[in-house]
């Protein structure tokens, strides 16, 4: 299987701080890498496919770039909508695999 | 809109088994793959199985190979996750989750819709 690694686990960052976190697959995947929010209780939202296309109605301050083994999820001013853990997941290859995820927290 | 909705929390003793439901509305249901997904307590997500609801076909991650059935009901686009032999270990989230490619094509293990999720506890 291959293995997602995401960093940092955790930040603390200032509302309105440009914020990337970073995302290595064990292999390389090509662009097959999503992005995922989850805040406490709720379920993973989709915010981003193929690397770097953002699913409808996500707003623009959310970037993915990256292709092959090193991607990276950029907010680029934090709003307190944002405070939420972000989740990686690798589909090039099967079995699906998911980073272990960063949690993103207000400082 | 594209919405699913997944029954409520159950509690199971250790040894049994839980029948879970992922009610399916927006889109035509037997179009797109449907895939579960969990997240144990403070833990990251982890991939269950996948169910072709037009033809019935699953694939099931190796973890769980035995132990977990998924199984539809067209008639009310109802998607269903069973689990047997439940232990602790099982205490999650459990969410139904469709894949974005239609059953036209192989699944693509993309996941643009997510449920509401549904937490079994696993505790004697």
């Known amino acids: 299987d291959i293995q997602m690694t995401q960093s940092p686990s955790s930040l603390s960052a200032f509302v309105g701080d440009r914020v990337t976190i970073t995302c290595r697959a064990s292999?390389?995947?090509?662009?097959?890498l999503a992005w995922f929010q989850q805040k406490p209780g709720k379920a993973p939202k989709s915010l981003i496919s193929?690397?770097?296309t953002l699913q409808s109605g996500v707003p623009s301050k959310f970037s993915g770039s990256g292709s092959g083994t090193d991607f990276s999820l950029t907010i680029s001013s934090l709003q307190p909508e944002d405070f939420a853990t972000y989740y990686c997941q690798q589909y090039y290859s099967y079995p699906p695999t998911f980073g272990q995820g960063t949690k993103v927290e207000i400082k | 809109q594209v919405q699913l909705v997944q029954s409520g929390t159950d509690v199971k003793k250790p040894g049994a088994s839980v029948k879970l439901s992922c009610q399916a509305s927006g889109y035509i249901f037997t179009s797109y793959y449907m895939h579960w997904v969990r997240q144990a307590p403070g833990q990251g997500l982890e991939w269950m199985g996948v169910?072709?609801?037009?033809?019935?076909?699953?694939r099931y991650a190796q973890k769980f190979q035995g132990r977990v059935t998924l199984t539809r009901d067209t008639s009310t686009s109802t998607v269903y996750m069973d689990l047997s032999s439940l232990t602790s270990d099982d205490t999650a989230v459990y969410y139904c989750?469709?894949?974005?490619?239609?059953?036209?094509?192989?699944?693509?293990?993309?996941?643009?819709?997510w449920g509401q999720g549904t937490l079994v506890t696993v505790s004697s």
């Open positions: 193929a690397a770097s």
């Open positions: 169910i072709n609801p037009s033809a019935g076909s699953t």
């Open positions: 989750a469709r894949d974005d490619t239609t059953v036209r094509d192989q699944e693509n293990y993309y996941f643009d819709y």
């Open positions: 292999q390389g995947i090509a662009n097959y």
